[in-house]
């Protein structure tokens, strides 16, 4: 009996009831369909004796999986994996659940697969329609209403409108999973749940088939998929082996493809993103595994993000708890909502939802890593009561993945149902959410950000618009110029005592009337009134994490503010006239480049833009110089460090620069300014068997901006004697997870347990991919490498080290005059933090300015000193301490009774970001004094405490606030280059990749523009 109180056509009942359900619209109402199956359905008796045995409790599972309708024409999961979901020993790959969704697709017309994209190693990734054959046949027409819905544009804001086409529409609901590829069962539990949608006539999912359009991406990560399939059959072949850990997951990424939401880097979020957005649905359901036995973690803990709309934040609550209760009902344990987990960061997949207008949801059920069935002891955070999990797991549990799979379709039907009896409501909202992003300028503001034509960096401002064209954000360009008033910072606020303040203090506050800029015609405006404006207001706006918060263990980053980090100019604007100014609709971002004026000679300025390197690797055969001092040329000036080429034809510079968004100019006749050749180096990249989760994204930078390099582990490197004759620059980017120096040489222990594979064989065709592979994992670096790294650098090599690796560098010797403070108490979870220029005419800092703003995630405390062996620290040099108790004044000099009195020698004092002065005692017999050029030149520092958070949480600052950030260590005839900040990350660092590129390009002349102190 189908008693839904949504539908358009509403039954009245009784006057009481429908004023009840009008006000609290998602409570269960008592005639909800029960959760049953149709007793007149035969069931598939086979299968459901295989889910009784594979399920090894029956508080595992719930009447909605605890059997198989039967059907006549429809393949069960069986004619594929030969056994039934969940069966023990059984993980399919990507391409069997592909192929049984296929089946469906013939056997039924209630379920249609369509192609949604490839991965970056080719493999398909596919979306799964499940709904009643009616709703199938008119997704087009259906698709057409949610698009008013989703664009109230359309409908001119419409209410009336908006609730006739809330009533005609069925929602869509868009389930993904295995984006995390050791998290094993969602494709089999998605296989299962298709066929049930499709073929159980119970009213409780009939009414989900025909009142919903299930939507399902089996598989995310394809290619992780694949090598994990590989991984479980290599375990099922050596049953009595430890096996290997899956280190690679997609090409460049492992756990943080769920990071990506933001920058969208890699295919998996770009293809989920534009089937999300293209289908128009209402809810993003990603799946996971980790916590027993089901996290909803739909409702999170605080922090929740600061852009995201209140009437979302009031779904999760509605959906997530409502949850818990559905599944308690079952006598299900272990099923809570809540958690630690933060609702901050916009970079989980599952927020492409909530950034465009949908409801993101996120399950964590509990997985073996595999189909195998284990006894499992659970940590007791995990099994204890609390007010969020009144019906905890049991501390040890034997678990299969079936039970795995009962719970993760049993709480994806009670969601739908849930989701179905509620449709009018989330529909409502949908559009709700839209309309409210679209008068955001006279709401809450801003109006618009403006991104000006005059920006020096126009091709990084250019990859900054195609992630906001990626996240289906509208871009507009300004046909003329125009003026906005810019918001100005309020003063800080005066205490009564100061009310009858002088008035040359309020002549002071006058100063900060709001000011007006002028922006020129071609300056870029993304409008915030359109459906999409909270993903870039997410993205361009400052984060502020408090350090107060009482969230003190952030889930993952805390700031990622896109402007600051892309080192282009972004300005907020709140003044709503802006809207008002001349703009075209700009439909595709493309970078514009190209070469003003003639002649055979070509200079590009420098502004630390990244395709600099892309230009130089393509045009190998022309010849390209960095000049040392900036210079003015053809009636332009170009800032220290820009290339003059010569040696390339025209037609092929006007291309090359045209495709680098890169800008130059012809001249008759080179620059008179000092100049050293930038060459094409010779570039490898290492990296550890431990983690590739962090040097990956540097892998995805380089393969954007076509950057060649080989690729070798720890343990080719300690096989190669003679790095040098193969390469000019080694990049050691960072391990993750704060890898020890000892875990980067000894590696996993080798000691016992046998040796894990990494190659491709026969039983494991597809673990290498594209990637690196070996006999054994286990062994490190070894002392071996180790001498290797010295005596490339010995050689006059250039190492490039970040984060964990700067500090490998330095615990192997390589930087005397360079240490790592301990920090007790600095606290930076993923912020951006300013960095100021220390040294501009090192040829790492070419094309920058003063202020750069990086990301940090407490990054290594670099402290120099001249004294070799010696660890930096603050002096307490005369000036910071207080003179003896004595006679006179604090200020006063003292006396000795019976003697004149004697001068003392000024006390040398130094900043922090520069080396403390040798005194006259270190001088004698100065065996340990380093001389100033075997001294570290620092680059760049870390900006003074007060300016040191752009954006996220900052605790402790002082700690590392005015430090080096990144050093040029001479060392041999070579250079170790130290960055404490991570330059290239997750794609959204984009502004600080010069930093590595420029020291890749000038490899050779690193010491050019070089002052050396005297002593
Ligand atoms: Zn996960």
Redesign the pocket.
């Known amino acids: 009996m189908n008693c839904s109180r949504s539908g358009s056509s509403f039954p009245v009942r009784n006057y009481f009831l429908v004023l009840l359900l009008a006000v609290t619209p998602a409570l269960a109402a008592a005639d909800e369909t029960a959760p049953a199956r149709d007793p007149k359905q035969p069931i598939n008796e086979a299968y459901t004796a295989k889910i009784k045995k594979y399920t090894t409790a029956p508080v595992f599972t719930s009447p909605l999986v605890d059997y198989l309708p039967a059907s006549k024409n429809v393949p069960t999961p069986e004619a594929v994996l030969g056994d039934v979901s969940g069966a023990p020993g059984i993980l399919p790959y990507a391409e069997d659940v592909y192929k049984y969704m296929r089946l469906l697709e013939k056997a039924t017309a209630r379920v249609k697969v369509f192609s949604i994209g490839t991965t970056e190693e080719g493999r398909e990734m596919i979306a799964v329609a499940v709904s009643s054959e009616e709703n199938l046949k008119r997704l087009d027409e259906n698709r057409a209403r949610l698009a008013k819905l989703a664009d109230p544009r359309s409908i001119k804001l419409d209410d009336a409108e908006a609730d006739r086409l809330v009533a005609q529409s069925t929602p869509v609901y868009y389930i993904t999973g295995t ?2 590829s050791p ?1 094993t069962g969602a494709p089999t539990a998605l296989m299962e749940l298709a066929y049930r949608l499709a073929v159980d006539d119970g009213p409780y999912v009939r009414e989900i088939r025909d009142g919903v359009i299930t939507l399902i991406t089996p598989v995310v990560e394809v290619d992780g998929r694949d090598r994990m399939v590989d991984l479980y059959r290599w375990h099922l072949a050596h049953p009595k082996e430890f096996y290997p850990p899956l280190i690679y997951w997609g090409k460049y990424v492992a ?1 943080d493809n ?1 990071r990506d939401a933001m920058g969208v880097t890699l295919k998996l979020t770009e293809n989920v993103l534009n089937t999300y957005v293209g289908w128009k649905a209402q809810v993003l359901h990603d799946l ?3 916590v027993p036995y089901l996290y909803d973690n739909t409702a999170g803990d605080g922090p929740f993000n600061a852009w995201v709309d209140p009437i979302l934040t009031d779904e999760w609550e509605m959906i997530g708890w409502r949850n818990v209760a559905d599944m308690t009902k079952f006598g299900m344990p272990g099923v809570f909502t809540h958690g630690v987990f933060d609702t901050w960061s916009p970079g989980y997949l599952m927020f492409i939802a909530a950034m465009h207008n949908g409801i993101s949801r996120l399950y ?1 059920t509990f997985g073996n890593g595999g189909a195998d069935t284990e006894e499992r002891t659970l940590d007791p955070a995990d099994y204890s009561r609390t007010w969020w999990r009144q019906n905890p797991p049991f501390p040890k549990t034997l678990w299969s993945q079936r039970d795995n799979n009962n719970y993760e379709q049993t709480g994806l039907l009670t969601s739908l149902h849930f989701f179905n009896e509620n449709k009018r409501l989330f529909l409502k909202n949908f559009y709700l959410k839209a309309k409210r992003s679209i008068s955001k300028p006279k709401e809450e503001g801003p109006a618009a950000y403006i991104l000006p034509a005059d920006d020096p960096r126009l091709e990084l401002q250019t990859e900054l618009l195609q992630v906001l064209q990626k996240q289906h954000v509208e871009i507009s360009r300004a046909t003329s110029s125009f003026t906005v008033a810019l918001p100005v910072k309020k003063p800080k606020k005066s205490s009564k005592k100061d009310d009858a303040k002088d008035t040359q203090e309020k002549e002071k506050e006058k100063e900060v009337e709001p000011a007006s800029r002028q922006f020129p015609a071609g300056s870029f405006i993304i409008r915030m009134d359109q459906p999409y404006s909270r993903i870039a207001d997410a993205l361009l706006d400052h984060q502020y994490w408090s350090p107060d918060d009482p969230q003190k263990t952030p889930y993952d980053d805390t700031g990622w503010t896109f402007g600051e980090l892309f080192n282009v100019k972004v300005f907020r604007v709140t003044d709503p006239k802006v809207l008002d100014s001349a703009m075209e609709r700009v439909n595709e971002v493309k970078p514009a480049g190209g070469v003003q004026g003639e002649g055979a000679i070509f200079a590009i300025d420098n502004n630390a833009e990244p395709t600099l390197g892309t230009l130089r690797y393509r045009l190998r055969d022309a010849s390209m110089e960095a000049a040392e001092e900036p210079f003015e040329a053809g009636g332009k000036k170009f800032n220290r460090g820009s290339l003059i080429i010569r040696g390339v034809a025209r037609l092929d510079f006007d291309r090359a620069t045209n495709e680098t968004g890169l800008h130059a100019t012809a001249l008759s006749a080179a620059p008179s300014v000092k100049t050293h050749p930038v060459r094409a180096a010779r570039v490898v990249f290492v990296h550890t068997w431990l983690s590739t989760q962090t040097e990956g994204w540097w892998r995805l930078a380089l393969d954007n901006l076509k950057i060649p390099y080989d690729y070798i582990s720890t343990q080719s490197v300690a096989k190669n004697d003679d790095l040098n004759a193969k390469y000019d620059v080694i990049l050691f980017p960072p391990v993750g997870f704060n890898s020890s120096s000892t875990a980067i040489i000894n590696g996993t222990a080798t000691g016992w347990g046998n040796p894990l594979p990494w190659k491709n064989t026969p039983e494991t065709p597809n673990l290498v991919g594209k990637n690196d592979s070996t006999g054994d994992m286990r062994p490190g670096l070894g002392w071996e490498g180790v001498a290797h790294l010295q005596s490339f650098v010995a050689k006059g090599g250039v190492l490039l080290t970040a984060t964990d690796t700067s500090r490998f560098a330095l615990s192997i010797g390589l930087a005397d005059s360079v240490s790592v403070g301990t920090s007790q108490k600095m606290n930076i979870v993923g912020s951006v933090v300013g960095t100021r220029l220390v040294d501009a005419a090192s040829p790492i800092a070419y094309g920058y300015d003063e202020k750069l703003s990086a990301y940090c995630d407490n990054g290594p405390i670099f402290s120099l000193s001249s004294i070799a062996g010696g660890r930096g620290f603050r002096r307490l040099g005369g000036h910071s301490a207080s003179r003896p108790t004595g006679r006179g004044t604090a200020d006063d000099p003292d006396f000795t009774v019976g003697r004149p009195g004697v001068e003392a020698p000024e006390e040398p004092t130094a900043e922090l970001w520069e080396y403390p002065p040798v005194s006259d005692e270190q001088k004698r017999n100065g065996i340990r004094v380093i001389p100033p050029a075997n001294r570290a030149r620092v680059i760049l520092r870390y900006a003074d405490n007060k300016d040191l958070l752009v954006s996220g949480l900052v605790e402790g600052g002082d700690e590392i606030a005015q430090h080096p950030a990144v050093l040029d260590v001479p060392a041999g005839r070579g250079h170790v280059i130290l960055f404490s900040i991570n330059p290239v990350y997750r794609g959204e660092t984009r502004g600080s990749y010069s930093l590595v590129l420029n020291t890749i390009l000038n490899f050779d002349s690193l010491d050019a523009g070089r002052k050396l102190a005297e002593k």
Do not use: A, G, R
Request: glycine residues 0%.
């Open positions: 984006i995390h998290e756990h769920n996971h595994e980790s964590e």
